[in-house]
């Protein structure tokens, strides 16, 4: 499952992958999310230790290095939009 060893390398993943991603969302009260980065937040502690835990598949792991996430589809080459 993903891991970020910091606020800085977490938000270096989202530049690259969430805020492309079709799956992010900012509404109009200015939350915004995904229900696989909101998995990973809540849940991290609890989960990283099972080796079945579906957040492994969602944001896999190369040795250190996050993998893109599974449900990445990018949406344009913009960074946050409005839906």
């Known amino acids: 499952m993903g891991y970020f060893s910091n606020g800085t390398s977490g938000a270096y993943y989202q530049d690259d992958y969430c805020f492309r991603c079709k799956h992010w969302r900012l509404d109009d009260t200015g939350t915004e ?3 696989v980065w909101d998995a990973h937040l809540i849940h ?5 230790n ?3 835990s579906i957040l492994h ?3 896999p792991r190369n040795g250190v290095k996050n993998l893109a996430c599974t449900m990445f589809i990018s949406r344009t080459k ?4 409005r839906k």
């Open 44 to 48: 991290n502690y609890s989960e990283c």
């Open 78 to 81: 913009s960074k946050r939009t």
């Open 50 to 52: 099972k080796a079945d």
């Open 33 to 35: 999310g995904c229900p």
């Open 57 to 59: 598949f969602f944001i």
